[in-house]
């Protein structure tokens, strides 16, 4: 029992000797003189794209009347979606729910009223231009809700390196700056901590039923956001 107890302070120690010679070590990879800065960036451009999501939801007294007039508000809106020139890649609306509906009364059993059908619809419009035609003729053709609306940016990859370079040479011209302040300068880059790419879209637009003419003016003034950081620690001659 005393040479397990008398093992394990050992081993303790030596866990402990070694996290505070880690920490020595990485004390004294930093003695020297150095600035640490942080680049970032944020580049804006107007949307020119956006994905919608759509929904037909029905209740009928049985499951499959409610099935066949969702089926059929979402044939409808898929035929004019493509006599409008959308791509039958973009149109996502694989999928169906059912669901039994119930009357609740108090000290009553619970009594079946119908079935509620749902299918829900996303749609990627790459002409912004068409976005509000395409959204009222959906309500025309019996889709009665628009979830969201995520607006985006067809150059977005393109904007991405954009931003991670503005970030860089955000990094750089702070460290000459300070640099050049307390009569110094910069030797070099010691170490870089990237962090992701964050795309900020607009807002996404929650919708009843109808829209007026400011909404929809409003699809052609929205912007697509990326920002970047990078931390970086730079050697000082």
Same mark, same amino acid.
């Given at each position: 029992?005393?040479?397990?107890?008398?093992? !394990?302070?050992?081993?303790?120690?030596?866990?402990?000797?070694?996290?505070?010679?880690? +920490? !020595?070590?990485?004390?004294?990879?930093?003695?020297?003189?150095?600035?640490?800065?942080?680049?970032?960036?944020?580049?804006?451009?107007?949307?020119?794209?956006?994905?919608?999501?759509?929904?037909?939801?029905?209740?009928?007294?049985?499951?499959?009347?409610?099935?066949?007039?969702?089926? *059929?508000?979402? =044939?409808?809106?898929?035929?004019?979606?493509?006599?409008?020139?959308? %791509?039958?890649?973009?149109?996502? =609306?694989?999928?169906?729910?059912? #669901?039994?509906?119930?009357?609740?009364?108090?000290?009553?059993?619970?009594?079946?009223?119908?079935?509620?059908?749902?299918?829900?619809?996303?749609?990627?419009?790459?002409?912004?231009? #068409?976005?509000?035609?395409?959204? %009222?003729?959906?309500?025309?053709?019996?889709?009665?809700?628009?979830?969201?609306? *995520?607006?985006?940016? =067809?150059?977005?990859?393109?904007?991405?390196?954009?931003? $991670?370079?503005?970030?860089?040479?955000?990094?750089?011209?702070?460290?000459?700056?300070?640099?050049?302040?307390?009569?110094?300068?910069?030797?070099?880059?010691?170490?870089?901590?990237?962090?992701?790419?964050? =795309?900020?879209?607009?807002?996404?637009? $929650?919708? +009843?039923?109808?829209? #007026?003419? %400011?909404?929809?003016?409003?699809?052609?003034?929205?912007?697509?956001?990326?920002?970047? $950081?990078?931390?970086?620690?730079?050697?000082?001659?």
């Amino acid at each position: 029992m005393n040479k397990r107890l008398l093992t !394990t302070m050992i081993s303790a120690s030596l866990l402990t000797l070694s996290a505070s010679h880690l +920490s !020595t070590l990485q004390a004294a990879e930093l003695n020297f003189a150095h600035i640490e800065t942080v680049g970032t960036s944020t580049i804006e451009t107007p949307a020119d794209m956006a994905i919608i999501s759509v929904a037909v939801s029905i209740e009928a007294a049985n499951a499959q009347s409610a099935k066949e007039q969702a089926d *059929e508000a979402v =044939s409808q809106f898929m035929q004019r979606l493509i006599k409008a020139g959308v %791509d039958q890649k973009h149109i996502q =609306s694989a999928n169906l729910q059912l #669901n039994p509906v119930y009357k609740y009364e108090q000290n009553e059993p619970r009594k079946l009223m119908g079935y509620t059908a749902t299918r829900q619809m996303t749609v990627t419009v790459v002409e912004l231009n #068409n976005l509000n035609t395409l959204l %009222d003729s959906a309500l025309a053709d019996g889709i009665n809700q628009v979830n969201n609306i *995520e607006f985006k940016s =067809s150059n977005e990859a393109e904007m991405i390196l954009q931003a $991670r370079q503005a970030a860089i040479k955000d990094a750089k011209q702070k460290a000459n700056s300070l640099a050049n302040g307390f009569g110094e300068q910069v030797a070099g880059v010691w170490e870089v901590r990237y962090f992701p790419t964050q =795309s900020h879209q607009p807002e996404m637009y $929650r919708a +009843s039923m109808k829209m #007026n003419a %400011d909404v929809a003016q409003t699809y052609q003034q929205s912007q697509v956001t990326v920002s970047d $950081r990078v931390e970086v620690i730079f050697r000082l001659k």
